[in-house]
């Protein structure tokens, strides 16, 4: 068992530590920069409490309210164990110590300590991952807020059009990703308004189709454009409408930047996810392609101790069910509490195998022939995945569709079950 616990308050600028002993005396405080010399200072604080040459620095693990930071990585780095505890958690063992719940950097420093000194056995230290899995991580986040941004802007641009342009929307509703197509934001730029559009001619409708990449069915596409476009309809004011094509011009400059920054980066993430070695593992899965892949690799990790078993998967990833029993009463519900980002992902790998693995397709059937709502048997069936992936990474297997459902009707009794 240590001997001393460390917690540090972290902080965009100084950060406070306190360490405890076994006691819970505080017999060290320090505060330190995010730097090299902040680093060492801490290092050296650590190594200096106690003489014995059977005492060591990395005896002392350090409590810290964020898992990510140049900080946290440097002291990994140095070989101190690290174990991020929540703010939401720290803010209740706050309550224990004092009704008033008071706050302040360094009493925090030392509540983190103390944490770790009487339930050090219910937190974990941070898990290992490698380069390759950590650049996974920041490109398929990044992929997500990019493609999250550029489906803002587009709903932007769509609700702005809605009071002047409604032909823009109809010209491309039909058609897969609408506005966000680049042939739609390419005649959009050429002509912002109605009666600018209305006096496109079917040529250089067709150039510009042309000049946004598409090669089939140009004149085609052209000619229902300009149909679409000289249709009588209700119009804003001559001066409101020019100002409104302003306002979406300057719209359209947002939407292709945000639309360049999503291709970019699914590009980015996919080669990374790609030169991953589990990547192969991933890709067997039925529905599992590279952004898919990628995001659920990013927030597993690689770490092979990471999940002792497929059921602390399931939890973390929000599949897994959760008992509230207290007295005679008791319920099972959904987990709120839970990597969201594991968790959105998770509803679209499900939903995408359903027409890709009849396995699939029959369990989700089974549970929704059993009561379950169309969220809930997604989610179940989210579950499982991460049973069978879960059983694949700590094996190296492959995705087998007959082993994972050896009977084709979604049964309990497969691979991971």
């Known amino acids: 068992m240590a001997r001393y616990f460390c917690g540090i308050d972290w902080s965009e600028g100084l950060n406070d530590v306190a360490v405890v002993d076994r006691t819970g005396e505080v017999v060290a405080t320090a505060r330190i920069e995010e730097s090299p010399q902040g680093v060492k200072e801490l290092l050296q604080l650590l190594r200096g409490l106690n003489r014995s040459h059977r ?141 600018q559009a209305a006096a496109l001619s079917k040529r250089k409708i067709a150039d510009a189709l042309e000049a946004a990449g598409r090669f089939r069915l140009v004149d085609d596409h052209a000619e229902r454009l300009r149909v679409i476009f000289r249709e009588n309809r209700l119009r804003q004011p001559a001066r409101v409408e020019e100002a409104m094509g302003q306002q979406t011009l300057a719209a359209l400059a947002l939407l292709d930047q945000a639309c360049r920054s999503a291709d970019a980066l699914t590009e980015q993430t996919s080669a990374a996810f790609l030169a991953h070695p589990h990547a192969g593992i991933y890709r067997s899965f039925p529905g599992c392609g590279p952004v898919i892949g990628a995001r659920l690799l990013g927030e597993i990790g690689d770490d092979p101790d990471r999940f002792a078993t497929a059921k602390g998967l399931r939890a973390y990833a929000g599949a897994a069910p959760l008992t509230w029993a207290s007295g005679s009463s008791s319920s099972v519900t959904y987990r709120r509490i839970a990597n969201q980002n594991l968790k959105a992902v998770g509803y679209v790998w499900a939903f995408t195998t359903l027409t890709r693995s009849p396995g699939c397709r029959a369990h989700y059937d089974r549970r929704r022939n059993a009561g379950d709502l169309y969220r809930a048997a997604l989610r179940n069936l989210f579950g499982r995945l991460l049973s069978t992936l879960h059983y694949c990474l700590r094996t190296g297997e492959h995705y087998q569709e007959q082993k994972a459902y050896p009977h084709g009707h979604g049964g309990e009794d497969s691979v991971g079950g």
């Open 55 to 195: 005492h060591s620095r990395k005896q002392v693990p350090i409590a810290i309210e964020t898992n990510r930071g140049l900080l946290v990585g440097a002291l990994r780095a140095s070989g101190q164990e690290v174990v991020a505890i929540t703010p939401s958690v720290v803010a209740r063992y706050r309550g224990r110590l004092n009704p008033t719940r008071k706050k302040s950097d360094r009493t925090d420093a030392a509540l983190l300590a103390n944490i770790l000194r009487t339930d050090g056995a219910l937190h974990r230290g941070l898990f290992t991952n490698s380069d390759g899995a950590a650049a996974v991580t920041v490109l398929a986040r990044a992929q997500l807020r990019a493609v999250r941004t550029r489906d803002y802007h587009r709903n932007q641009m769509r609700s702005h059009l809605r009071e002047y342009f409604p032909a823009a929307l109809e010209a491309w509703s039909g058609l897969p990703h609408g506005l966000l197509r680049a042939e739609a934001r390419a005649v959009l730029a050429l002509a912002p308004t109605p009666e």
